[in-house]
Structure formats: structure tokens, C-alpha cells
């Protein structure tokens, strides 16, 4: 049987920490939401500034990366490139 790693809370403080420190260096006003490998949240945290609905819009992205096992730009990209039938595609 093989085994499948898989994030500790130690592991999701860490990754947030690192991702609240790039923010605070670039100046700039995000939620930052941590997601496993199934897309459920382990961490949400809106930095002071951010709008309200980074809090809603963060973790469905974070779920859409962690499905996809891709960086959501890439869909953004397709979508911009004129691939409208993606905008029906789930989560």
C-alpha cells in the first residue's frame, strides 16, 4: 500500500506565516487560505485591509489550485485566450 503525505497543523502555520511575511513585504492587502490535497480548508486568514470578499474568494481559489494541481493563472489564461467553455467547469 503506498502512503500519501499530507499536512500537519505545524506544516499549515508555517506556509501561512511565509505567505503573510511575502504579503507584508509587497504591501499588499490579501487573504491568505491554505487548502490540502482535496481542496478543504486548513487555514484563513485576511490581512488588515483586505476586502471582505477575499474571505470567499481566497479559499475557491486555493480549492480550485489544489483540484487542479495547477496555479490558478493558468485557467485565468485559458479562459483569457478565449476558452469561455471553462468558466462552466466545477469548483
Known amino acids: 500500500m503506498q502512503n500519501k503525505p499530507f499536512l500537519t497543523l505545524d506544516d499549515v502555520k508555517k506556509i501561512a506565516a511565509g505567505a503573510e511575511a511575502e504579503a507584508k513585504a509587497n504591501n499588499w492587502a490579501v487573504t491568505i487560505s491554505v487548502v490540502d490535497d482535496g481542496g478543504h480548508l486548513l487555514w484563513l486568514q485576511r490581512l488588515d485591509g483586505a476586502a471582505p470578499i477575499s474571505a470567499h474568494i481566497a479559499p475557491g481559489k486555493a480549492r480550485t ?3 487542479g ?3 490558478t493563472k493558468i ?3 485559458m479562459i483569457n485566450n ?5 468558466l462552466s467547469a466545477p469548483e
Open 65 to 67: 489550485a489544489a483540484l
Open 82 to 86: 478565449g476558452r469561455f467553455s471553462f
Open 69 to 71: 494541481r495547477r496555479e
Open 75 to 77: 485557467y485565468e489564461d
